[in-house]
Nanobody, 124 residues
Framework: QVQLVESGGGLVQAGGSLKLSCAASGRTFSSYAMGWFRQAPGKEREFVAGISWRGARIFYADSVKGRFTISRDNAKNTVYLQMNSLKPEDTAVYYC?????????????????WGQGTQVTVSS
């Protein structure tokens, strides 16, 4: 069982930065691939970034490549999402998720555990 709690969301102007954190409970955190997803009002939940269990494999959605960076610290049971050069279209609720597979999936259906989400709002 893994419980996930996101933090770090907020309101930022376009071009600004935010760093999201996702703290996990449970001693098996290091055996899960982790992903960040987002969901804007009226839209489906979409993949943002994923990282494998040891951090060797990292994937990004095309829309965030070069602007967002995912990382993890298994000693702290935490995964991060550094978001730079934010745009109004990045506005959404951001969720972290844990996948028992070692390599992250682009599909939300593959993930076993989800956090409650944190709101990110980018003003123009």
């Amino acid at each position: 069982q893994v419980q996930l709690v996101e933090s770090g969301g907020g309101l930022v102007q376009a071009g600004g930065s935010l760093k999201l954190s996702c703290a996990a409970s449970g001693r098996t955190f290091s055996s899960y691939a982790m992903g960040w997803f987002r969901q804007a009002p009226g839209k489906e939940r979409e993949f943002v970034a994923g990282i494998s269990w040891r951090g060797a494999r990292i994937f990004y959605a095309d829309s965030v490549k070069g602007r967002f960076t995912i990382s993890r610290d298994n000693a702290k049971n935490t995964v991060y999402l550094q978001m730079n050069s934010l745009k109004p279209e990045d506005t959404a609720v951001y969720y972290c998720a844990a996948d028992s597979a070692l390599t992250p999936s682009y599909s939300p259906q593959s993930y076993d555990y989800w956090g409650q989400g944190t709101q990110v709002t980018v003003s123009s």
